[in-house]
């Protein structure tokens, strides 16, 4: 087993200043498990992240103890104890603030017609290192003297951006397919390219992928999409065959014209939407700044899933619409609504939330409203309409709506931003003048049952959502005009005796 080179010596003192404020806490664990007679190591995600100069949001080790060992040697260092996964081997704890999770050494396996890995335990730090799945993730930091441990070369591939396995690719995703969409996701994260050998690995193997379960897979998506390059990731996915597995309404897009930009593919047009979605994303919040309670409603802290999934699926209704008009054009009338009822097909069989799933299908749903606007065309009736459609999203449908611009032409551009600035400047003069966030119509259900002499039930929905269509085309009535327009509407019902 390789250890730290004197070529390594700079990084190393780099990463051990970066773990600084962790050191006490290394060192007494490592000493807690030698005095046990154990091995212990700091190992994958956060001994990598400290070359990268990043902050591991976990501490993972690796021991020679088993689960049953584990918890003995923690019974009097930790506050609390618990089963993160004891039949993989995994005891969380936590000291004060500080939580970890310490593994005995193992070796997974999948099963070819299995869902879950098959574990055995292991007895040395090498055999573990080997099963991990990637070199950069296969560097430890042996406890406590802090011994550097890296027996393939994973500094070496962090230094050259590469993602190598320990063992053979095509073992390592065997063992865990989804290994394959982890290799995705580190080119999003942390700009990582998959070296050619696992590229190729990965195209052969891009099937097996369907063993592992959807929830698994989800996972892995919204961190590639959470990280700071998911087109890179995409594309990974895209190249090697895996999305066709796991989102295949993506490398779909790549056969269709964009009806606005011949020269582009939708698939492109959808990568380069994403990106300028997230470019749009709100950053923190100056403390100082004022803003009124409808700004800040309205915005989209970064990284926001719900609008990256709406902007990587704003597009995908477009194959099934495709229709190619007399003279050479394109067409693909109502692809947001088709687009709307696969995006939800796909989040559910990936495994989604529910709001997750009503929020990503709206927005498809809702992405093309803008392009009736105009110059300035629409009501103020209209205007409402799409606020109240929108509800909540609506600060998210202003930059998915933003984003779906893409055309090289500077003066469209300039146009069609011009117009949703026009757009949004009479939203928020509407909102000022007519409290449009809260729109309601004046009276609520008991008043309307009280009025019409009716009980709640079918007939009273009909006169709400009447006096809400009112209310939203005629705008502000007041309570009394209200009235007089609900038994307008009373007198033409049948259910009144005088329709």
Excluded: C
Aim: proline share 6%; no cysteine.
């Amino acid at each position: 087993m390789s250890t730290s080179t004197t070529a390594d010596g700079e990084l190393l003192v780099r990463a051990l200043r970066h773990l600084r404020p962790t050191l006490p806490l290394l060192s007494d664990i490592g000493r807690l498990f030698a005095d046990a007679g154990h091995e212990i190591a700091l190992v994958g995600g956060p001994v990598r992240d400290a070359f990268l100069g990043r902050t591991s949001p976990d501490l993972d080790f690796t021991t020679s103890a088993r689960p049953e060992e584990i918890e003995q040697v923690l019974a009097g260092w930790a506050d609390t104890t618990w089963d993160v996964g004891r039949a993989f081997g995994t005891i969380g704890a936590r000291r004060g603030e500080v939580t970890v999770e310490i593994t005995t050494y193992r070796a997974d396996a999948y099963d070819p017609d299995s869902r879950k890995p098959v574990v055995a335990f292991g007895d040395n730090l090498a055999d573990d290192l080997v099963r991990r799945d990637f070199t950069v993730n296969a560097m430890a930091l042996q406890l406590p003297e802090l011994t550097f441990v890296d027996p393939h070369d994973g500094l070496r591939d962090l230094a050259e951006r590469m993602l190598r396995t320990p063992h053979t690719p095509e073992v390592s995703f065997s063992d865990d397919p989804l290994r394959m969409m982890r290799a995705a996701r580190f080119a999003s994260q942390i700009g990582l390219r998959p070296a050619p050998e696992v590229l190729a690995a990965m195209t052969d193997m891009a099937s097996r992928i369907s063993i592992v379960s959807a929830e698994r897979v989800r996972d892995e998506l919204v961190k590639l999409l959470l990280g700071p390059d998911p087109r890179a990731g995409l594309e990974v996915l895209v190249d090697t065959g895996l999305a066709d597995h796991v989102l295949p309404e993506l490398p779909a897009l790549r056969l269709e014209v964009d009806e606005h930009h011949r020269h582009k593919d939708v698939y492109e047009h959808t990568l380069t939407v994403l990106e300028q979605a997230i470019a749009l994303e709100d950053g923190p919040l100056d403390p100082d700044e004022e803003i009124d309670e409808d700004a800040a409603a309205d915005r989209v802290p970064g990284p926001d899933l719900v609008l990256r999934l709406a902007a990587l699926l704003h597009d995908i209704g477009k194959p099934a619409t495709r229709r190619f008009e007399p003279g050479g054009g394109v067409s693909f009338h109502h692809h947001e609504i088709v687009g709307a009822k696969l995006t939800r097909a796909r989040l559910r069989a990936l495994r989604f939330d529910k709001e997750t799933v009503r929020d990503v299908s709206r927005l498809v749903e809702l992405h093309l409203r803008f392009h009736g606007y105009g110059s300035g065309e629409w009501t103020d009736s209209a205007v409402r309409r799409y606020v109240t459609d929108a509800g909540p999203l609506l600060g998210r449908l202003h930059k998915l709506t933003r984003s779906d611009s893409t055309t090289r032409n500077r003066r469209k551009a300039a146009r069609l931003a011009a117009s949703y600035d026009h757009l949004e400047e009479r939203i928020a003069r509407l909102r000022q003048e007519e409290e449009l966030r809260a729109v309601r119509p004046e009276l609520d259900g008991h008043q309307i049952g009280e009025i019409l002499g009716i009980s709640p039930g079918p007939v009273l929905g009909r006169a709400y959502k009447h006096l809400l269509a009112v209310r939203l085309d005629q705008g502000p009535l007041g309570e009394e005009g209200a009235r007089r327009e609900l038994e307008r509407w009373w007198a033409t019902q049948p259910e009144s005796g005088h329709g």
